[in-house]
């Protein structure tokens, strides 16, 4: 009970911003959809009613008020290969599948290992996908024909191409003026209302949304894939699903952190793992094709006011209106206008202070910066993450491995303590053996656990390698103010480490006693 109130306000923490927000986002949905659509080789409808499911479900039951979800190119390069092989009813079984996997994640709350990701591979994120969103812009520059019964796309030139350009400098001017004068309504509305009106009134002959395809449909049904269910089928939609999950669960996570930043709030990540899991699961059996959140879409919410449930839910209700009723009205939008509210969402997405902190910030995490960005835009934003968190990792271990160090004094017994300062882990086990000199030790030998912890199987074989070595020479190795968690893992490791520890906490105390 306590959870409702708190749920109630986030769906409608300013209800005139927010459906204000939702009818602009899903003006910027439509051609995105459609062109996710053509992307993956399905009917733009089969784009559009994934956007519809997914924006809808994860507006009301996510883990990140005011974040958009709907059909993606992340997704949809993933299906591609699975549509043209197997088609389409295989694509819906995989999408089902790759929901089921979601919400399994959330379920096993591996949505907080989005802590891991460090900032420099945050920073090469959000770079690359703004570099991606602008190059999806640059199409509208093209206009398409034919060549040997093949389409080709050949650049604007001339009066086209300088009308393109001037109207959508003219939306971003807009957007510009209309964001400094006033927050009540948001900015990009303005600008694709203006130049819409202003090409209509003109008669301007330019590229509008009814050119890339007809919007025109009904509500999506129940369907249950045509396929057969059984082994021979999850072997081959299997790979696909695998890869939809885990990119559908990268993008999300990594726009939810951003909006955080942004908004200076936190969400629930396990929470948006199982709405998206839902609402892919919902996708496979009403004829969707799946989708994540979308950061492009999600940057116009928030930059325009929508900070609520409210804003999501109205931009996937508005979408399901356009379809249903009004395609129409938004298939005279001027292609322009998009682009140029997209153009301002790149300059609003790219981390311009990345440039700034570039020779200020160690150079591995400039590299990984740069590293995360290019795989983005050359290849595939799962694999640039999980690059990006592998190489920072190893670097920290790198790094981490050279910290280890020892002070060595004798005790009034004559026992060589050795005091050691850092982290005992896989990387630093070279470093440890070379700390001791077993040649050249006293019989009786303690190493001061106080400012070092272990970490690890690979820590414990260290220890008991060096207590052998000392075994061998006919002397004795003792360890005094281990950690709680270093005596767990000697307890865990049982016969595998036989060393003596000395259990009393006072280091001079349990010399004295064995003395």
Same mark, same amino acid.
């Given at each position: ?41 399905? *009917? ?28 993606? &190119? ?5 299906? @591609?290969?699975? @549509?043209?092989? $197997? ?32 900032? +420099? ?27 040997? *019964? ?28 209309? !964001? ?24 301007? /002959? ?5 050119? #890339? ?9 129940? $369907? ?27 993008? !999300? ?62 931009? !996937? ?22 682009? &140029? ?6 300059? &609003? ?30 290849? /595939?934003?799962?694999?640039? %993450?999980? %690059?990006?968190?592998?190489? +920072?990792?190893? %670097? ?6 050279? $910290? ?17 300062? &850092? ?24 190493? /001061? ?8 199987? !690979?820590?414990?074989?260290?220890? *008991?390698? #060096? ?49």
């Amino acid at each position: 009970m306590t959870e409702l109130p708190t749920w109630r306000k986030s769906f409608s923490s300013n209800i005139k911003i927010d459906i204000l927000s939702g009818l602009t986002v899903a003006l910027a949905l439509v051609p995105e959809a459609v062109a996710f659509s053509f992307v993956a080789g399905v *009917d733009p409808l089969v784009g559009l009613y994934a956007a519809f499911m997914v924006g809808l479900i994860t507006s009301l039951f996510g883990g990140r008020p005011g974040m958009i979800s709907g059909a993606t &190119g992340a997704v949809a390069v993933v299906l @591609v290969a699975l @549509v043209a092989s $197997h088609g389409i009813e295989y694509m819906f079984v995989a999408v089902l599948l790759a929901g089921v996997l979601q919400f399994g994640a959330g379920l096993l709350r591996l949505g907080k290992l989005v802590r891991l990701v460090p900032e +420099s591979v945050m920073f090469g994120f959000v770079n690359g996908l703004a570099i991606i969103i602008f190059l999806a812009q640059l199409s509208s520059f093209q206009n398409k024909i034919m060549v040997d *019964d093949a389409v080709v796309m050949q650049w604007m030139t001339g009066n086209q191409l300088y009308l393109m350009v001037g109207l959508v400098l003219g939306t971003m001017a807009i957007i510009l003026g209309t !964001s400094s004068l006033t927050k009540a309504i948001p900015a990009p509305l303005v600008g694709i209302a203006a130049i819409t009106l202003l090409v209509h009134f003109l008669g301007i /002959d330019t590229t509008t949304v009814g050119d #890339l395809a007809s919007i025109e449909g009904g509500l999506p049904s129940f $369907h249950i894939p045509g396929v057969p269910f059984n082994l021979e089928t999850l072997k081959i939609i299997f790979p696909y699903a695998a890869i939809v999950a885990s990119v559908g669960l990268i993008e !999300s996570l990594m726009t939810m952190s951003l909006l955080d930043e942004m908004t200076e709030t936190r969400g629930r990540g396990n929470r948006e793992c199982m709405a998206l899991g839902v609402a892919n699961m919902v996708n496979g059996v009403f004829g969707g094709m799946g989708g994540c959140a979308m950061i492009g879409q999600s940057v116009i919410n928030i930059e325009s006011g929508g900070r609520g449930r409210l804003s999501g839910f109205s931009a !996937s209700m508005f979408l399901l209106m356009f379809v249903l009723f009004a395609s129409g009205l938004i298939e005279q939008i001027p292609i322009a206008a998009l682009t &140029g509210v997209m153009f301002m969402v790149v300059i &609003g997405t790219f981390e311009w202070s990345s440039f700034r902190v570039m020779g200020k910030i160690p150079r591995a995490d400039a590299f990984v910066i740069v590293l995360v960005s290019g795989i983005t835009v050359m290849h /595939d934003l799962a694999i640039a %993450v999980f %690059v990006g968190v592998i190489v +920072s990792a190893l %670097v920290f271990a790198w790094e981490k491995s050279k $910290h280890i160090s020892c002070k060595t004094r004798l005790n009034p017994q004559g026992w060589k303590i050795y005091e050691l300062d &850092g982290p005992l882990f896989f990387g630093a086990i070279g470093d440890f053996r070379d700390l001791f000199l077993p040649n050249e030790d006293p019989d009786d030998v303690i190493i /001061d656990f106080a400012h070092c912890r272990v970490y690890g199987h !690979s820590g414990l074989e260290a220890i *008991d390698a #060096l207590g052998e070595r000392y075994r061998s020479m006919g002397k004795k190795l003792h360890l005094v103010h281990l950690s709680p968690e270093c005596k767990i893992l000697l307890e865990k490791a049982g016969d595998m480490v036989e060393i003596n520890m000395l259990e009393d906490p006072h280091y001079h105390l349990a010399v004295d006693e064995l003395a």
